[in-house]
């Protein structure tokens, strides 16, 4: 005896609802009480450069977007490195006409008192942008790139902080 599709659908929807509240994020707060009370109380020392400040900014908010300067625990340095290659040249002109960026991030976090770092590495991530004649749209379209990497590098460097504090 085969059941209508009627009645399947209405058991995928039951299955589904019935689960629906089993999933927790990975490096939530049910999973580890006082994560995010960890994760807020990073300080991010400045980063040099425009690059370094969009990161830093990045960082400040993803770590602690709630605003509140809380009894700092450790202490996050990082330093950058940023290059760019520009793989095609335009025949006629002899100019490039795509660049690609790519921001490497080596950070370390320690404890606020001093003592050995919790966690250290590096964080590497690339972004391209189209180059013109114009000079301007070219200066423009490079801090856009920063702007991208700052954050995709910020993403990254806060999951890494957030595993390592987890498993500690």
Do not use: W
């Amino acid at each position: 005896m085969s059941l209508s599709d009627a009645s399947r659908s209405c058991m995928a929807l039951a299955v589904a609802f019935g689960l629906g509240g089993c999933f927790q994020p990975l490096y939530g707060e049910a999973a580890h009480p006082g994560l995010a009370a960890d994760l807020r109380a990073i300080t991010v020392t400045p980063i040099k450069d425009r690059f370094g400040h969009y990161l830093a900014n990045d960082l400040i908010a993803n770590l602690n977007g709630t605003g509140a300067t809380p009894e700092p625990k450790y202490v996050l340095t990082v330093t950058l490195a940023q290059s760019a290659q520009t793989p095609t040249v335009e025949s006629q002109i002899n100019a490039a006409d795509a660049a690609t960026v790519t921001g490497t991030a080596s950070y370390v976090l320690t404890p606020a008192g001093g003592g050995a770092a919790v966690v250290k590495g590096v964080a590497t991530s690339a972004a391209a942008y189209d180059r013109t004649a114009q000079r301007y749209a070219n200066l423009r379209a490079q801090r856009d790139v920063e702007i991208r990497l700052a954050r995709s590098l910020a993403d990254e460097i806060e999951l890494r902080l957030a595993a390592a504090l987890a498993a500690r």
